[in-house]
């Protein structure tokens, strides 16, 4: 599996005398620009040629590729083919999909789940699925901590999220890596940390007081994140 461009290096030899060598190419079955070389003489015995293959970008160049290599003599005889092939995969996966979270609040671990995908025909597949709540996005891995998800077109994850420092919104982000090495761009999505129970203050009469008229009272509701509801019972 390669990624980017490469070389196959062919050497033919005969104990007499060469006569031709030839590269058949195929990309997905269908014929490609080959090579072929022929003696200036009746007198070359060996041969040496390097076969470029260019990849270029966008992923024009994808595919499973075929090259077949066969010299022949002066006396009209073949060699045995010789066939290599070689599968381009120099485009990344697509960003998983993450599917929405049973919860908007969290403390301690995170479910997720999703989709992955390496798209379809002569690809190189995909080799695994990641995730991170620390992603910098900064282009070096070694400031962020990915980690292994369950899977990888359907994969799974249960997030610690106890190493985080604060309260308040996160994202977990979510990459997949193919075979060839590919990584996709990352997928984000939202949750809430919340750790903290909410605090209720009261003023305007003692834990235990008797009154015959009507009354009121305060009430101070506070949370570290956002208060859902105040109720009194």
Same mark, same amino acid.
Do not use: C
């Given at each position: 599996?390669?990624?980017?461009?490469?070389?196959?290096?062919?050497?033919?030899?005969?104990?007499?005398?060469?006569?031709?060598?030839?590269?058949?190419?195929?990309?997905?079955?269908?014929?490609?620009?080959?090579?072929? *070389?022929?003696?200036?003489?009746?007198?070359?015995?060996? @041969?040496?040629?390097?076969?470029?293959?260019?990849?270029? #970008?966008?992923?024009?160049?994808?595919?499973?590729?075929?090259?077949?290599?066969?010299?022949?003599?002066? #006396?009209?005889?073949?060699?045995?083919?010789?066939?290599?092939?070689?599968?381009?995969?120099?485009?990344?996966?697509?960003?998983?999909?993450?599917?929405?979270?049973?919860?908007?609040? @969290?403390?301690?671990?995170?479910?997720?789940?999703?989709?992955?995908?390496?798209?379809?025909?002569?690809?190189?597949?995909?080799?695994?699925?990641?995730?991170?709540?620390?992603?910098?996005?900064?282009?070096?891995?070694?400031?962020?901590? *990915?980690? @292994?998800?369950?899977?990888?077109?359907?994969?799974?994850?249960?997030?610690?999220?106890?190493?985080?420092?604060?309260?308040?919104?996160?994202?977990?982000?979510?990459?997949?890596?193919?075979?060839?090495?590919?990584?996709?761009?990352?997928?984000?999505?939202?949750?809430?940390?919340?750790? @903290?129970?909410?605090?209720?203050?009261?003023?305007?009469?003692?834990?235990?007081?008797?009154?015959?008229?009507?009354?009121?009272?305060?009430?101070?509701?506070?949370?570290?994140?956002?208060?859902?509801?105040?109720?009194?019972?």
């Amino acid at each position: 599996i390669r990624t980017s461009g490469f070389s196959l290096s062919a050497h033919a030899e005969d104990t007499n005398a060469l006569m031709s060598l030839s590269v058949a190419v195929t990309k997905n079955g269908a014929a490609q620009a080959g090579y072929s *070389w022929a003696a200036a003489d009746t007198s070359t015995k060996s @041969y040496d040629y390097a076969y470029v293959q260019a990849v270029g #970008a966008g992923g024009a160049d994808d595919g499973l590729w075929i090259y077949t290599i066969t010299a022949r003599d002066q #006396a009209n005889r073949d060699s045995a083919a010789e066939r290599r092939t070689v599968l381009i995969d120099s485009t990344a996966p697509a960003a998983p999909a993450i599917a929405a979270f049973g919860s908007s609040y @969290y403390d301690s671990t995170l479910t997720a789940s999703g989709t992955a995908s390496d798209g379809s025909g002569n690809v190189s597949g995909l080799r695994y699925v990641q995730y991170s709540i620390d992603y910098t996005n900064d282009g070096n891995d070694a400031n962020d901590t *990915w980690l @292994y998800a369950t899977g990888t077109d359907y994969w799974y994850a249960t997030v610690d999220l106890t190493g985080l420092a604060t309260e308040g919104a996160k994202y977990l982000y979510v990459r997949a890596i193919d075979y060839a090495g590919n990584v996709s761009a990352a997928a984000s999505r939202q949750f809430m940390v919340d750790r @903290y129970n909410p605090t209720v203050d009261l003023s305007g009469f003692v834990a235990a007081d008797y009154r015959n008229s009507a009354f009121s009272f305060g009430i101070d509701a506070a949370d570290t994140q956002s208060l859902a509801r105040v109720r009194v019972t």
